[in-house]
């Protein structure tokens, strides 16, 4: 850390290829503004998993760590600094598509306005979610979420946004994507037959507020299990998130864990903050205050 009277050192982690390139346009205005404040380095991420390698093998030293790119590049930069004991603050620059974790965090979408935010907020201390050694802010997921989000990425989907969501799924319940799935948790079992699981420990998916309710730091995972379920009826559960109206449909099961196992037959792809991570079965727990943030919880 630097001597009482330098600035502190931030290391500015940053995806040239999210959204439309925009941080990429964007990063000589972006780096001036940090500089500002802080003692910056910048490092670009050249492919899939970069950004994990760079947070945890060069973060060691620096007071923050600036993940600048959509929800994959913030997962990856995450997984990278809770490899260590004395975690550098994380900060945010919103480069993606969705932008679910800063939306969540409460920061401004507009990439200089996000450099701002964090010059004059103070860092606070989120719940994390672990899923076996792997880590997530938004959620993790299995099932429907899992095969459309990794379908979405192929897509044009700035344009579309969470639109793309609802007619990728359309088409996906065309097909056989029934599973069973056995979840424990603190105090129950559950057993049923799903399409889908999503764990949320943020606010939104695919930019939409599903949960307006939910606080990041309440010390538990908001659960949902979405059971057989129509065209029709997945498309009146679209409705009711556009009309900003709370989930509530028989197909929909709803309750709050802070720890769960999670078993499915056939075994599902896991998807955590939209990247994909393994299969079931899967441990999942919530880790309170594990993370520092610049950010409004």
């Known amino acids: 850390m630097g001597k009482e009277g330098d600035k502190a050192k931030l290391l500015l982690i940053y995806n040239p290829v999210a959204g439309q390139e925009t941080v990429s346009q964007m990063i000589g205005d972006i780096a001036r503004s940090l500089q500002e404040k802080w003692d910056l ?3 670009p991420t050249l492919c899939g998993g970069h950004a994990e390698r760079i947070a945890a093998q060069e973060s060691e030293g620096y007071d923050v760590v600036v993940a600048a790119g959509g929800d994959g590049t913030i997962h990856e930069v995450v997984n990278g600094l809770m490899r260590f004991d004395k975690r550098p603050i994380l900060g945010i620059v919103p ?3 969705a932008n679910d974790i800063a939306r969540t965090m409460q920061v401004p979408l507009d ?8 010059k004059q907020e103070q860092p606070c201390a989120i719940d994390i979610g672990r899923c076996n050694d792997r880590y997530f802010v938004n959620f993790f997921g299995v099932g429907l979420i899992s095969t459309v989000s990794s379908e979405i990425k192929n897509e044009t989907k700035t344009y579309l946004r969470h639109f793309t969501y609802y007619l990728k799924s359309l088409q996906y319940l065309q097909s056989d994507s029934l599973f069973r799935v056995a979840i424990t948790t603190e105090d129950k079992t559950i057993q049923k037959e799903a399409v889908m699981v999503y764990v949320a420990n943020g606010q939104s ?4 507020e599903l949960f307006g309710d939910k606080e990041l730091n309440s010390g538990q995972f908001e659960v949902i299990i979405v059971e057989n379920i129509g065209l029709s ?4 559960v679209a409705s009711s998130y556009l009309r900003r109206e709370p989930i509530q449909h028989e197909a929909i099961f709803r309750f709050k864990a802070s720890e769960l196992t999670i078993a499915c037959s056939p075994a599902q792809f896991i998807d955590m903050d939209g990247e994909k991570n393994g299969k079931t079965p899967s441990k999942v727990r919530l880790l309170s205050g594990a993370l520092r943030v610049i950010g409004r919880v």
């Not at 200089?112 to 935010?117: H, I, P, R, T, V």
């Not at 998916?205 to 939409?208: D, M, N, P, T």
């Not at 009826?233 to 009146?236: A, D, V």
């Open 41 to 43: 380095t910048i490092r």
């Open 95 to 97: 480069g993606g598509t």
């Open 111 to 118: 990439l200089l306005e996000a450099c701002e935010f964090m």
């Open 205 to 208: 998916l695919a930019g939409l």
């Open 233 to 236: 009826e997945i498309m009146s």
